[in-house]
């Protein structure tokens, strides 16, 4: 179109060239249109090219399977991505590389990144009841990105970063919003508005019925996570609502969609117990061989190594890292693993920063491991800080221990900081050795029977109310005979 910037360039190069039209598209940016979006019929501003999607897709791909893990079953994955690709395939931007994957987070969750790079976790897996639900949430995450969100959020980063007059003309950092995802998460990041999510809701009814199945299952699945979101209390919502407009009007706007439906959705699949058999035998909740916490302790069985907090630390497994802050906010302790092949090539590289200055060596080993350690001062962004870092030598690894805040507060938690890194060792209770996650189990009842009835008559290391959850039912409502139902099986690690 004529007049349109030259997308062919990178944001950082686009920045550049046209800082000097930041005053007139800061004033006109929202009505500045270059393109027809085929998915909503509107125009649409973007700064970000079709191309440039796909690329940061694609590099941030790399970086979220090795952040979250992709969960290991071949068949689920392939079962996901069929499902995801006939999905895409009736959408309005099929040439996409789409790619659809399962990631091992027990967390309810899905998300989509720009240029068809989309997720879901094993833990929303875990709470649909059917093939047309899993379409549902899918289609809603392909609404995203065929309706371009992604990218339309970014381009408005850009706008915000070349309006305020920042260096973002000149810095790398700054100038590709793009970019802003060195990590591969920050994508992750981006916030919808909820128009864009009641457009995605919207995308997403219009894939179901085009790819054959029932819309109506939507009903159910906002239903369901309004129940998880229930269930945790209302602190902790699951992700897929964080942004995400109320269930109950959601349910309502499908509600008035189905029954304005000019068409008939008789016949649309839904394909229940073809789903369920997909999930028999899935990882349930977290994975305690990656590691798990028993009150300060946490203890590693894949790895074969422990570690006790602080007591009164809030401490959290973030999969790459464990954190623990202790109560006033003034000292951290962080575990991760360290680069180099030896504890010493590990501090040697934490060292040669300039910002940091090395002090006293602390000690030679840990828990009787090779160790590399010692105390150390920087200057942050204007702030002192103070800490001690260890490197230990673990089965051909490296980790790393940090224990660190501003000078004065380290000083404080000093002495909780060292007994908590001295007290890293090697895991040998056997019991945790062999711990196994739990798993959901798929079978048939042979009578009436309700979750609470069912935690009687099986053997479950979960709640009436979380059994009664994950088949949407309350806990005393009866499932019928011959239903093919979930339960977990398992025994909840020591």
Known sequence: MAGCPDMSMTPKVF?????RLAPLLVAVGALYSCSLNPATGKRQFSLVSEGQEIAMGRESDASIVAQLGLYGSEELQTYVQELGAKLSSVSERAHLPWSFKVVDDPVVNAFALPGGFLYVTRGILAHLGSEAELVGVLGHEVGHVTARHGASQMSKGILAQVGVGVTAAVSPELASVANAAQS?????FLKYGRDDEIQA???GYRYSIRAGYDPSSLVEVFGVLDRVSEEAGGGDIPSWLRTHPEPERRQERIRA???AEESSLEGLAVRREEYLRMLDGMMYGTDPRQGYFRGALYQHPQMRFRLTFPEGWQSVDQRQQLVSQSADGGAVILLSMGEGQSAKAGADGFFERAEIVRGQEWRRDIGGFKAATAFFTAEMNGNQLAGLAAFVELDGRVLRLLGFGASADFQKHRAAVEKAIASFGRLKDRR???VEPLRLDIFRLDRA???TEMTRSYKSPISAEKLALLNHV???EPLAKGSLVKRVIGEAPP
Do not use: F, I, S
């Open 184 to 188: 591969g998460l920050g994508l992750l």
């Open 15 to 19: 920045l550049r060239r046209y800082r």
């Open 432 to 434: 945790v050795l062999a």
């Open 257 to 259: 969609r189905l029954a």
């Open 201 to 203: 809701d919207e995308l």
């Open 449 to 451: 029977m309700t979750p």
């Open 474 to 476: 309350r806990a005393e």
